[in-house]
Structure formats: structure tokens, C-alpha cells
């Protein structure tokens, strides 16, 4: 993975949990990052010091993923700071937002989480593409709700997951005459703030219990396989999801 070195990678929602993990192995890879967020500006501000203490270059970027003119912004600063070439994007932001039945589902909630979750992998992919090296790596970040149609309340989170696998699979398709590799990460029960925020303790139990690990993963467990993905040791895996979830659903 040492081919890392000197380059830069643009990371959504790098602030907290995975996004930063991924950050700080970026960085330790010797790679300029760029750490996208959207209202957590205290925790990217610490993610640019981790960052720098691993041996990288870091800036943090506000900006709402979910909107064209902001999306512009993220890349105009990218440039600034780093010139027009970048050679790894990892499309993280995301999010529940509420677990909803669909009978309590009002469309402008529908839309909401299929944008965080959906959209702004297509306008991030978009507007970075005129500046990202042939022979480049896109990864982008979907879930075991995907896989399984996620748990109670996450139909909404779940279909937009669902699109971020086939979007994977389709782009790579067209970025093939460039070399572009694009590729995705389902993980499955991750000791995050999502989970914190949305799913009970004696539930996150039950879950880590039936996983073959027998416990929660880690954000850095995800960044591990992301930094794989990003770099030349995953050269031959493309259009590809890495299914982090400890054995817990197979596929």
C-alpha cells in the first residue's frame, strides 16, 4: 500500500467515526486528505490534528453533500489546496436520520434520507471526476441493510444503500477506459454514533452475539478495507463489495 504516498483522496463525512479512521490511514500513508463535513466542524478540526500527527496533510472542508453548488465548493477548495489531481474519493457521508415504518412515512422524509445516502454519491462522483487520476479508486460506503432490507424503521436507509451497490456496479462499468476502479464497503454492526443514536444497547447485544466474531466492529476494522480498496494491493478487485460485518450475513 505504499503506492499511497503523496497522494490525495477526498473523504465525506471524514469528521467522526469511520470517515475519520479512514482519514488518519490515509494520512499515514504519507496522503494529502481532504476531510469533508457537514456540522461536526469541532471533530474534523480534531481529525486534521490526527491526521497531521500520522505523518499527513489535512484540510477540512463544510460543505452539504447533498446540494450541487455546495458539492463545487468541496472541489474548489480541494484544488486550492492541492492542486487538480485527485486519486482516491471515499464517498461516507450518510445516514438513517429516523427509523420510520413506511405507513408513518411522509415523502419529504423519503427523499431526505435517499438524498444523504444516494444523491450525494452522485453529485460528490460527478464533480470529481474532471480531477481524478486514470487509474484512479472510488469507494463508496453502502451497509448490510442493503444485503438483508436493514432493521425496523431503516426501509427508507436500506433502498438508498441498496442504489449505492448498484451505482458501484454500474459506474465502474463506465470508468473502465480510465482505469478508475469502483468498488464499496457494506459494513454491518459498527460501534459508531449512528448506532449509538439509533439502535438499543440490548439489541446492539443480541446482534454481536450472533455475529462469528462475537463482537462489534470498529471503524477502524472498516478503514482497514477501505485503505485496501484505495490502494494498488486491491488492483484486480473492481465493481466489488466488501462485506464487513464479522460473519454475520453472508452473501
Known amino acids: 500500500m505504499d503506492n499511497l504516498k503523496g497522494k490525495v483522496a477526498v473523504v465525506t463525512g471524514g469528521g467522526r467515526d469511520i470517515g475519520r479512521a479512514t482519514c488518519v490511514k490515509f494520512a499515514e500513508k504519507g496522503m494529502s486528505v481532504v476531510i469533508n463535513y457537514y456540522s461536526s466542524e469541532t471533530a474534523a478540526e480534531e481529525t486534521i490534528e490526527l491526521c497531521e500527527k500520522a505523518g499527513g496533510h489535512a484540510i ?28 482516491v474519493l471515499v464517498n461516507n457521508a450518510g445516514g438513517l436520520v429516523a427509523r ?8 419529504s422524509f423519503w427523499d431526505e434520507v435517499v438524498e444523504l445516502n444516494l444523491k450525494s454519491v452522485f453529485l460528490v462522483t460527478k464533480a470529481a471526476l474532471p480531477y481524478l487520476s486514470d487509474g484512479g479508486s472510488i469507494v463508496n460506503l453502502s451497509s ?5 432490507g436493514g432493521g425496523g424503521g431503516s426501509l427508507a436507509y436500506a433502498t438508498s444503500k441498496g442504489g449505492v451497490l448498484t451505482f458501484t456496479r454500474g459506474l465502474a462499468k463506465e470508468l473502465k477506459p480510465r482505469g478508475i476502479r469502483v468498488n464499496c464497503v457494506s459494513p454491518g454492526l459498527i460501534n459508531t454514533t449512528f448506532h449509538d443514536t439509533f439502535t438499543p444497547d440490548e439489541a446492539r447485544k443480541n446482534v454481536a ?43
Open 60 to 87: 477540512a472542508v463544510q460543505a452539504d453533500v447533498t446540494k450541487a453548488s455546495e458539492v463545487e465548493h468541496l472541489m474548489n477548495e480541494t484544488r486550492k489546496a492541492f492542486g487538480d489531481k485527485i486519486q
Open 100 to 107: 420510520k415504518k413506511i405507513s408513518e412515512m411522509p415523502e
Open 144 to 148: 448490510l441493510a442493503a444485503r438483508d
Open 209 to 251: 452475539a450472533k455475529t462469528l466474531a462475537g463482537r462489534e466492529g470498529s471503524s477502524e476494522d472498516v478503514a482497514n478495507a477501505i485503505l485496501f480498496l484505495a490502494s494498488d494491493a486491491s488492483s484486480y478487485v473492481n465493481a466489488e463489495s466488501l462485506e464487513i460485518n464479522g460473519g454475520l450475513y453472508f452473501i
